[in-house]
């Protein structure tokens, strides 16, 4: 039941999309100087999804937006709220209002919501924000990156990162059990240096002294090793929080959902929680580090696979750039 006359909130639907064409560590050694060796010893990737020039972002994240309103059994019509969380828009203006079209989601307000690899617990703990409150019922979150647009395909300590994607799932208000148990979210801007896609100045005179700034945007940069290690300590500091805000131990967390961006840092993370390694749930082998979307595309395999059932307690954690990471506590299903 909902506490303190809080509405409860309930997460009854998950779906996916990921890009046809994909890429694996033996292929991608022919455009870079690395190796399957290197790739799958030190991050645990061994195959990414790759957009064609064809795909988009919209197309993507409206199929896995699609798939959970169809598991949840919810219409596109009764959607309250879109939140695409994502840092690779294919409008700089936004892409979640060109996915209400692509749904029909005609009565829905839709927004897109930028914090990198956290996005989809940001977006989650939002989502549950505009629930809590009353002011809408049934939610669509999406968490959807192309990032091989912005990396740069001849940085070998980055390109061999990241894949494609996206996930979705649907959240709805409900009177009857609060799944939505407890977060904690962090940003430190001081460490922005350290893993970014920054905008690079073009300075274009147009008049007399006026002149403005006309550039693009860098390819990914990041210092891995600072990135490790602040995963590795500020993860488990946050579910920690998480967990004493839920009034819960780490015994009772069924699953530990972790963004997917390298196998030593979900083993760590575990090792220091003492979580043993059959709840932590694991897919970048197949799709690497995909952002966004890493988070609820790897929810929406073990769900569809039967392995979470309903009313599991599911912790999960996001982190990058920004920096920025947060964990949300929640059990899965109505
Ligand atoms: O989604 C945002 C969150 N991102 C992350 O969490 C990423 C966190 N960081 C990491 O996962 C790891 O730091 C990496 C996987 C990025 C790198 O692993 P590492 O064990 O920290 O390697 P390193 O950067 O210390 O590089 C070790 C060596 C270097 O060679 P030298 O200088 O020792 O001769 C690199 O040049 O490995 C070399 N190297 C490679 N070799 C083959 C770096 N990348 C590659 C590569 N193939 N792709």
Known sequence: MAQDGNIGLAIIGSGSSVPLLGLDNQALSQVVDTSDEWIASRTGIRSRRLASPVESLRSIATEAAKNALEMAGVPAAE???????????????????QIQASLGATQAVAFDLTAACSGFVFGMVTAAQFIRTGAYKTVVLIGADILSRWVDWGDRRTCVLFGDG????????????????????????TLNHSLNLAYQPQPQAL???????????????MNGQEIYRFAVKKVP???????????L????IDWLLLHQANQRILDAVADRLGIPADKV???????????????PLALDEVVRSGNVRVGDTIVASGFGAG????????????
């Open 207 to 221: 008049t007399g002294g006026v002149a403005v700034s006309q550039g693009t945007f860098h390819p990914i940069t």
């Open 237 to 247: 500091e946050v579910i920690e929080k998480a967990l004493f805000r839920a009034n």
């Open 249 to 252: 131990t780490v015994d009772q």
């Open 166 to 189: 996206a996930g979705a799932v649907v959240l709805q208000a409900t009177p009857a059990r609060d799944g939505f148990l407890g977060f904690e979210l962090r940003s430190d801007g």
């Open 281 to 295: 749930i694991s897919n970048m082998a197949a799709y690497g580090n995909t952002s966004a979307a890493s988070i």
């Open 79 to 97: 959607v309250d709220l879109i939140l695409l969380a994502t840092s690779t828009p294919d409008d700089l203006f936004g892409t979640a209002c």
């Open 323 to 334: 920096l920025s990471w947060g964990a949300a506590i929640f059990q899965w299903g109505r």
